[in-house]
């Protein structure tokens, strides 16, 4: 079965600014390109900061307000970025960022955990070489359900290879996987159903599984403390 990374997903064709672009240049760039966000490079493409439409509208939020109180730090830290004049002043940093080599679930855990809506994307020396999106993350789950399936039925078929692999049958209806069938033991369906779930595309899986034998006594760790 094939991981989906963020290689798969991404935009390659990237757009970058330089610490010293200014916010009037910036303002204009996402304006023209419909984007929310852009990353700030240095002359080797390794990503400084990100300067998204949030942090230009601390210009506008801001605009005549009273110095913060000491204690006001957040308050300080946006009142700063409302007086930057170039991306260094202006851009969040460090960066949150992905390697190509990331898979998609991964991302979006870490997309997700930062309050973010894209990843700047490096390659193995740390440069720029891309963008993920929360929209570029779902790709996965425009694949065929016939394309699912079959990736569902290898993963299976690893699993009971052992067994009667016609034993279990496979249906996908609209990214729902529905196993069915009989196989010999407990941990074999418990594994199967698991795999299927890691096949990029899958949205549920239906457990339709019987088996022969319940050895999840035996697959399950001892409790702590237990003394035989």
Same mark, same amino acid.
């Given at each position: 079965?094939?991981?989906?990374?963020?290689?798969?997903?991404?935009?390659?064709?990237?757009?970058?600014?330089?610490?010293?672009?200014?916010?009037?240049?910036?303002?204009?760039?996402?304006?023209?390109?419909?984007?929310?966000?852009?990353?700030?490079?240095?002359?080797?493409?390794?990503?400084?900061?990100?300067?998204?439409?949030?942090?230009?509208?601390?210009?506008?939020?801001?605009?005549?307000?009273?110095? &913060?109180?000491?204690?006001?730090?957040?308050?300080?830290? =946006?009142?700063?970025?409302?007086?930057?004049?170039?991306?260094?002043?202006?851009?969040?940093? &460090?960066?949150?960022?992905?390697?190509?080599?990331?898979?998609?679930?991964?991302?979006?855990?870490?997309?997700?955990?930062?309050?973010?809506? =894209?990843?700047?994307?490096?390659?193995?020396?740390?440069?720029?070489?891309?963008?993920?999106?929360?929209?570029?993350?779902?790709?996965?789950?425009?694949?065929?359900? =016939?394309?699912?399936?079959?990736?569902?039925?290898?993963?299976?078929?690893?699993?009971?290879?052992?067994?009667?692999?016609?034993?279990?049958?496979?249906?996908?209806?609209?990214?729902?996987?529905?196993?069915?069938?009989?196989?010999?033991?407990?941990?074999?369906?418990?594994?199967?159903?698991?795999?299927?779930?890691?096949?990029?595309?899958?949205?549920?899986?239906?457990?339709?599984?019987?088996?022969?034998?319940?050895?999840?006594?035996?697959?399950?760790?001892?409790?702590?403390?237990?003394?035989?």
């Amino acid at each position: 079965m094939r991981t989906w990374h963020v290689s798969d997903v991404m935009t390659a064709d990237v757009i970058a600014v330089g610490p010293d672009a200014t916010y009037r240049e910036l303002v204009d760039l996402l304006a023209a390109r419909s984007i929310n966000a852009v990353p700030v490079v240095d002359d080797d493409r390794r990503v400084l900061g990100v300067v998204s439409e949030s942090d230009l509208l601390r210009k506008i939020e801001y605009v005549g307000a009273d110095e &913060p109180h000491w204690f006001e730090r957040r308050r300080r830290a =946006q009142l700063r970025k409302a007086a930057g004049r170039t991306a260094t002043g202006l851009m969040t940093a &460090p960066a949150v960022v992905a390697l190509t080599s990331t898979s998609v679930r991964s991302a979006a855990r870490r997309m997700d955990a930062a309050g973010v809506k =894209q990843l700047s994307v490096e390659d193995g020396l740390g440069r720029l070489v891309g963008i993920v999106t929360r929209g570029d993350l779902l790709k996965e789950h425009l694949r065929t359900d =016939q394309q699912i399936a079959a990736d569902v039925r290898a993963a299976v078929h690893a699993i009971v290879l052992a067994e009667n692999v016609s034993a279990v049958s496979t249906r996908v209806e609209r990214g729902v996987v529905t196993l069915a069938g009989r196989v010999e033991r407990w941990s074999t369906a418990t594994l199967a159903v698991r795999s299927a779930r890691l096949v990029p595309g899958v949205v549920e899986v239906r457990d339709r599984l019987t088996f022969d034998y319940d050895d999840h006594r035996l697959a399950d760790p001892v409790p702590a403390g237990f003394v035989a």
